[in-house]
């Protein structure tokens, strides 16, 4: 089984795989298209966390996980990306990608794609609201800001550059206490 990771799941998956792979995914794109009320902000305060929307392309993550552990680990994923009693702000889906670095390789990966039915579903966001509601989400997995910052971090080590969410954190006000 292959899982297509586009967002935190890169720099923190939760569960063992046998291989990571820089991936392509074409048909969408990576976005701040979800209001996050708990995971990375509050009702009163919400934040924004990413989603897997219609159109472009998403470089991102194959992991690779070993037959046997498959089903632990789409237990682990619905758990974590579909929480029982929260709206389905995602539909896992099994989507083409191709496997940079295996030239020729396309695999059907699981992907968790925003649902664009959901209420906390918002397209198109500004740039700078994006960065201004990012800038001040905090929630029950830590800053908003962090989120933002960790994946760029990480698609910038895998040499992967997204305009998007480069222009995001360039819009973000300096961080509290920094000089």
Known sequence: MWVFAYGSLIWRPGFDHAGQHRALLRGFHRSFCLWSHRYRGTPEQPGLVLG????????GVAFRVPGREAAEVLRYLDDRELPDGAEVVYHRRLVPVRVLDM???????????????????????DPAKA????????????ANRDYL?????????????????????????AAQGAA
């Not at 897997?52 to 470089?59: S, Y």
């Not at 020729?104 to 579903?121: H, K």
């Open 52 to 59: 897997l929307d219609r159109g472009g392309a998403c470089h």
């Open 103 to 125: 030239p020729g390789t396309v695999v059907p990966a699981v992907a968790y794609v925003v649902n664009r039915a959901c209420r906390n579903y918002v397209p198109k966001l």
């Open 131 to 142: 960065a201004a509601v990012i800038a001040q989400g905090i929630g029950q997995m830590g």
């Open 149 to 173: 910052l960790n994946t760029l971090g990480h698609l910038t080590q895998l040499g992967v550059r997204d305009a998007g969410l480069e222009r995001i954190a360039a819009l973000l006000p």
